[in-house]
């Protein structure tokens, strides 16, 4: 019997949105015939039950508390036993940074290979095909496996969660965890002020373009005049040390999907648009009519931002 | 402290999309005219961070590895103007087209041939692929701990403390060597050689070790081996349709967006 195991995760107590996408995902591999859905989490029975409740067939509580770590070597021993246990032959978790990690340990610990950030997948014959970008999001890679076992990590927004299916099965508890030789030893989290960027309905974000941090103040104000709005960063302004590391978009930052995308002095390069070209809406402002960026808005103005964005924050005011 | 850093050269991920080919039908991207092949971003990064811990620890060697064509020589070359020591090339016309997973197996074989190390440093991933498989597999070939994603590194005495990047914040951890350690971005800017290190680099002998050196069989290295067999490459279409924002002045301009966006009901 063929099977999908969900590695599913949450942050302090509530579990992570790409969780259900990845249930979502499982559920349409196994309408093609890939078998049950089952998903594994760090945590209680509690937690794990709501993975039940949000449409897999069964689910595992990993409670030993070295999985708290996040880290692969924490989790390959709990994650051998739920594929043992479940008799998954396909492993989906999500491309955090949770399964950056465990994701390829957990391949290569049973001799097999993992396609990493999948944006679709289906099943063919019984055995798994997935797609994924590759060259920074300029190529597309359809890829399959050569050993049994198929172990893929999924990129957000790329699959819905399943929506008012509650499975039927019970939730097992799994002890196993590991002794890790890497330790610990402290977790700063990035501050955050209002909505998280993946759930925002609004994105503002700014680039290297801006050419002085304090814009990014400006940029702040105009997600003040939205509902819904959060404000990210390319990595160029991240990396100038303009805005933190955990507001980043793209392919090594955040997916975000949101009904609108503002970039504002980004240029549009194929890895910070890996990140957002879910986009519902873009809208670009840029003084370069050429930039990527433009071509691939839906809205652009071709202008100075300095004159653009306090004039648009003006605007939306009046407008209420 | 000795120290190995696995480099990769790569298409400059930087390339233009309008530049960007595919061979549909050999799966392969079409170098782009005029735009020569680069080290991937993160691995000169990986030698910086092993140049100012071999310093720290007051000795040591560096060693450079490097597996692709002749031309990864200029990767190496480049770690060997930074201030690495020593540089291998692993080249085979059976490395041709493989994969990330038989690269790990071949890399760690090199390792093992290398022999003495304390740290093995690499890239968070290669931006060709943009995987990030290669410092989990060979960590576990070599059955040695793995810390990923590192902005920074730390020596006492044989303990690695890392601080690494997460998706909501930095975490830091212990780790002891040898081990393996990812590097990112986040890790700051690598030194620029300067152009008499690079003529003294381009003196420098490097040593190639073909798959046999390496006790790789025939199953183990080809295209066809592929643990991730590749079953299609293309450039994925996208179209413009974008309406660009008319008006006199940046303001007006600015006001005619805020009127489209809510009669669109965006805002
Ligand atoms: C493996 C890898 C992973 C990467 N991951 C990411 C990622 O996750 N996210 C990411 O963003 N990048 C990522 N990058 C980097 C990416 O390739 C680009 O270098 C980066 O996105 C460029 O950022 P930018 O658009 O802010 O800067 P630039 O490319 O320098 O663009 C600046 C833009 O601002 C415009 N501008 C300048 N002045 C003004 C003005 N006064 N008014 C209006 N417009 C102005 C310019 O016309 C230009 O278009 C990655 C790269 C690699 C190799
Ligand atoms: N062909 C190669 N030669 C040397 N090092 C490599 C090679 N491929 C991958 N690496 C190393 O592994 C890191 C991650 O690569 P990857 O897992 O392929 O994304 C890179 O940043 C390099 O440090």
Redesign the pocket.
Known sequence: MPGILVVAEATEGEIAPISFELIGAAKQLSAEGGGNVSAVIAGDEALAQQLVAGGADQAFAATNPSLQSGLAEAYLPALNAAIQQSGADIVLLGQTSLGRDVGPALAFANQTAVAMDTVELKLEGGRLHATRNAYGGNARAQVSWKAPLQVATVKAKSFDAPEGVSGSGGVTAIAEGGDPTVKVLGKEKAETTGIRLEDAGIVVSGGRGLGDPSAFGLLEQLAATMKQAAVGASRAACDLGWYPPAQQVGLTGKTVSPNLYIAVAISGASQHMAGMAGSKNIVAINKDADANMVKVSKFAVVDDYKKVIPALIEEIKKLG | MNIIV???QIPDPETPAASFKVDEAAKKVIPAQGIAPVV?P??PQ?TEAALRLKDAAGGGTVTV????PDSARDAIKHALAMGADEGVLLSDPGFDGID?FQ?AVA?AKAIEKVGEYDLIL??R??AD?D?????AGVGQILGIPVVTVAKAIENSNGTLKVERVLDDGFQTVEVPTPAIV?ISNEFGEPRYPQLRQIMLAAKKTVQVWSAADLGLDGDQTGAANRWLPLEALYVPKVESNVEIIEGDSPEEKAKNLAQKLRAAKLI
């Open positions: 696995c480099v990769k991937n993160f691995d990986a590895i490097s597996l692709g990330n690269t890399l690499m890239g991933q290669a692929w995987m990030g498989v290669v410092p990812s």
